[in-house]
Each structure stands twice: as structure tokens, then as C-alpha cells.
């Protein structure tokens, strides 16, 4: 992601990583998950699973079956932000 009219408001950003980093930011979502929504820049929506969130394990699955198979995994707050995800 090197675009930056491909990224979020600061704000949004700003959001993003206290709500990631927030013990606490763990809702019920769809389909029964608990956890975090997120959204790309390119339309995808996805989330980060409650035990995921509880150990800082930065790991974003598909928000339904039925938008593919794929998983996208950082190494921290900071990657996951510049990769184009942010809270929904």
C-alpha cells in the first residue's frame, strides 16, 4: 500500500489502533463471531477473532463464508494500518 489516497483519515487510523489495542473491543458480530470488524481500502470486509484480539495476535479472517478464502496476518498495529484495514 504505498497510495496514500488509498488510505484512511488519521482519524480513522488513530481509531483503529486504540481500538485494537483496547482489551475491551470485542463485539458480537455476524454469523455468531466475537471480536473486531475491520474494512480495506479495496471493499473487503473482515475481523479479528476475540482470542486473537486477546493476545495481540493481529490476524483478519473474511467476515462471511462466502467472500473467499483468504487471511491476512501482521506482525503488528502499525503493518495492519499501513495494509489499508481499519475499524468498521
Known amino acids: 500500500?504505498?497510495?496514500n489516497a488509498d488510505m484512511w483519515s488519521?482519524?480513522?487510523?488513530e481509531l483503529t489502533r486504540k481500538m485494537l489495542l483496547d482489551d475491551n473491543a470485542a463485539f458480537p458480530l455476524a454469523n455468531g463471531k466475537v471480536g473486531l470488524a475491520?474494512?480495506?481500502v479495496d471493499g473487503r470486509f473482515g475481523?479479528?477473532?476475540v482470542f486473537d484480539l486477546a493476545y495481540h495476535r493481529w490476524h483478519i479472517r473474511?467476515?462471511?463464508e462466502d467472500?473467499?478464502?483468504w487471511e491476512d496476518i501482521f506482525d503488528d498495529v502499525d503493518a495492519l494500518i499501513a495494509n489499508g484495514?481499519?475499524?468498521d
Not at 488519521?10 to 487510523?13: I, P, T, V
Open 1 to 3: 500500500m504505498n497510495d
Open 10 to 13: 488519521e482519524g480513522l487510523q
Open 38 to 40: 475491520l474494512k480495506h
Open 47 to 49: 475481523y479479528i477473532n
Open 62 to 64: 473474511p467476515m462471511r
Open 67 to 69: 467472500e473467499g478464502d
Open 85 to 87: 484495514w481499519a475499524v
